[in-house]
């Protein structure tokens, strides 16, 4: 596909490889928990944004934090990505996991968060609970990458069950979560516990783009990776995939391929300027990359260039 009589880029070059490091101590420390807890789990709810299905997920929790405990995936947000990808997710995963549940915590109505709490009873029920078998209550371990929904998703469940407010901090940065905390009663009858563990990511990201996807979904902190290089693969992206949504929602003539055209246009079109002396001592306008980007990213995190799933090379579509 062309524009203007220029071609979208077929690749994404990232010049420094090394950026992409994030493992907090308390990652380290949370995951040591969370192994330690296990014996007094029933059962596991793994939790993801389902923009990133694949890529987005911590496969190192399944030699870590899974095994014979009954096992459930919820991938949250999933009213930020079109619904007609959800039987293609579905089918890419089955082999991985049995039990999918796709929920938007931030609605109490959301099916998905209504399915959660029987499917996991129903679970447990059915499982070998071995040194927990005459425990009257239930436990559940919620974990995920950062950032996901977990603490979200575990306040939506008690307020539904047990009426009460949030148990757990809630924010739109990673990493607010610290630590296992004590367990948080869910449910009256049956007696319900649950488990809200930090974010945890792989220790090394090594695909860049991987890494350039779980920072544009949040679950790494933008200055780590800097959000002018996170908006220019994202209109990469967009442009590879013909989503041009962004064309019409930041008032553009046409799609673009130059990061620094379009975020000149965003500066423009929302007034964020710097004045700043030029080489002859004289003040002049240019436009705020850092701002425009950052507006960029916060459009893409609200939906509003598209409702899409990153990982629609991986899912075969």
Known sequence: MTVSGEAFRNTFKFANKDVIRWFPGHMGKGLKQMQQKLRSVDCIIEVHDARIPISGRNTDFKYTISGIKPHILVLNKVDLINKSMIPKIEETLKNEYQDIVFTNCNNQRCPGVKKLFPLAQKLINQSDRYNRSNEEDFNIMIIGVPNVGKSSLTNALRVKYLGKGNATSVGSNPGITRSVLHRIKMCEK????????????????????????????????????????????????????????????????????????????????????????????????????????????????????????????????
């Open 190 to 317: 049956p007696l319900f516990y649950m488990l809200d563990t930090p974010g945890i990511l792989t220790p090394n990201i090594g695909n860049i783009e991987i890494g350039l996807k779980l920072a544009l979904c949040a679950t790494i902190t933008d200055h780590l990776v800097g959000e002018t290089i996170m908006a220019d693969y994202l209109l990469y992206w967009l442009n590879k995939h013909s989503y041009f949504d962004y064309v019409k929602y930041f008032n553009a003539d046409k799609p673009m391929d130059n990061i620094l055209e379009l975020l000149s246009h965003i500066s423009k079109i929302n007034n964020k300027t710097l004045k700043i002396r030029n080489h002859l001592n004289v003040y002049v306008i240019k436009p705020d990359f850092d701002l425009a980007a950052k507006i960029m990213l916060k459009a893409f995190r609200n939906g509003d260039l598209g409702r899409v799933v990153l990982d629609e090379d991986l899912i075969g579509v």
